[in-house]
């Protein structure tokens, strides 16, 4: 790759959303903001190698990409206001106020994570829009054609205009109400990242726009637990993995390799993070993240918090994660019985982390030949290969 294609490349990956964000604030036309966002990236492939790379790359992509809507509006007769309102963007040099660029990203975010749409669709268009992930890319994450993706994000753009959805950050009881869409939406893209065969510029992605949300919502303590849970969970990124692309368990991974900053940025947070259900997964996660060994991992405590999120969010999955934090802090049988507990009614059935659950908890309680069986069934139910060689590697441990 040459200098100025590296160039366009990373100013790019920074600018596109700003440039997006801001040109839907003045045209309301998504279609339109994102069509000349392209066109300044081509424009830049073509001219920068001949030119020079600008002192201000962002600046000049947001110039040439506002220059190409003035055009088209102009050349469409649209009214007099809108084009007012877009010459208001006037040549970034120096660059603009990093506020006013980041409040619009923000109204988008919100926009994209309207309750008019699906979560389907908001996770969707939040990766095209916010995160400028290429269309190709997002419709791999969600299995479908590339074409059926294109239409589901069309849709989506459709229906926030038929819809009415306003353009801003809402405020009172609407932020209250539409927070939890918000942070829900970043947790489903930070997890398509962080799964076992996520793609990890999801992650980082979701990172981002959680500092984002933190920064221009301080006083959110949610927001700042979802961020810290990011931090403490991502500090573990380069140690999940053996030599071989093997996942590790907590108790295997070499803690040397932890993040220390990451974890003590996430450990901060969580003084603002008050006990909302993603502070208390955040709190949990510092257990772990904090603790010098396995052995030294404090399990009363992280059965606790857990005590206390399944009273906030009782799902079968956060019963099954209370399970084994008991499991662990008080003895196998008493994770077992919690964990029958969680699956009665059969929420659970089939499920493979529990199948894992119960496995790793019959092993603690010595029946070592069934534990290996159950790793067994979960391997075969589970559908990712790295998962799959994990489970099959404790069952071989077990039957060895």
């Known amino acids: 790759m040459s200098v100025a294609a590296g160039a366009v490349a990373g100013a790019g990956a920074e600018a596109y959303p700003r440039i997006v964000a801001a040109l839907i604030r003045i045209t309301g036309d998504w279609t339109l903001a994102e069509d000349c966002a392209q ?66 990203r923000l109204r988008l975010i919100f926009t994209c994570c309207h ?37 589901r994000l069309t849709r989506a753009k459709t229906r926030i205009a038929t819809a009415g959805v306003p353009y801003r ?22 997890t398509r990242g962080y799964d076992a065969d996520g793609e990890p510029a999801f992650a980082d992605e979701a990172i981002r726009l959680a500092r984002l949300l933190h920064q221009l919502m301080p006083d959110q ?26 996942l590790l368990t907590l108790d295997e991974q070499d803690r040397s390799r932890w993040d220390r900053v990451q974890i003590a940025d996430g450990v901060a947070l969580l003084a603002r993070a008050g006990d909302g259900p993603y502070a208390l997964q955040a709190r949990i996660a510092a257990c772990h993240a904090t ?18 999120l399944v009273g ?10 209370r399970a084994v934090a008991h499991g662990y802090a008080h ?14 009614g059969g929420a659970l059935d089939g499920h493979p982390p529990a199948l894992a659950a119960e496995a790793e908890l019959t092993a603690r309680h010595g029946d070592l030949d069934r534990a290996a069986a159950l790793f067994r069934a979960a391997a075969e139910a589970v559908g990712s290969e790295p998962e799959r060689r994990a489970l099959m590697r404790r069952a071989a441990a077990l039957a060895g």
């Open 169 to 190: 950050v809402p405020a009172g009881p609407a932020l209250v109400e539409r927070l939890p869409g918000v942070l829900a939406v970043l947790y489903l893209l930070f």
């Open 39 to 104: 066109e300044a990236l081509a424009s830049a492939l073509e001219r920068w190698p001949r030119d020079g790379v600008p002192g201000n790359p962002g600046g000049w992509l947001m110039t040439a990409a506002r220059n190409r809507a003035l055009d088209t509006l102009r050349r469409a007769t649209v009214e007099r206001r809108k084009l007012r309102d877009l010459a208001l963007l006037t040549d970034p040099e120096p660059a603009p106020p990093e506020g006013d660029v980041v409040d619009d």
């Open 331 to 344: 003895g196998p049988a008493a994770g077992l019985t919690l964990l029958a507990e969680a699956r009665s």
């Open 221 to 246: 303590p949610e927001a700042a637990g979802l961020l810290a849970l990011f931090l403490l969970h991502h500090s573990r990124r380069a140690a999940r993995r053996d030599p071989a692309g093997n």
């Open 291 to 308: 603790a010098p060994t396995a052995a030294d991992t404090d399990w009363p405590a992280i059965a606790g918090w857990y005590d206390r």
């Open 115 to 151: 309750p008019a749409l699906a979560l389907p669709d908001r996770v969707a268009l939040t990766l095209r829009t916010i995160a400028g992930v290429p269309t190709a890319d997002i419709a791999r994450a969600f299995l479908v054609s590339e074409s059926a993706m294109t239409r």
């Open 312 to 321: 906030l969010h009782p799902t079968p999955v956060v019963r099954l994660n």
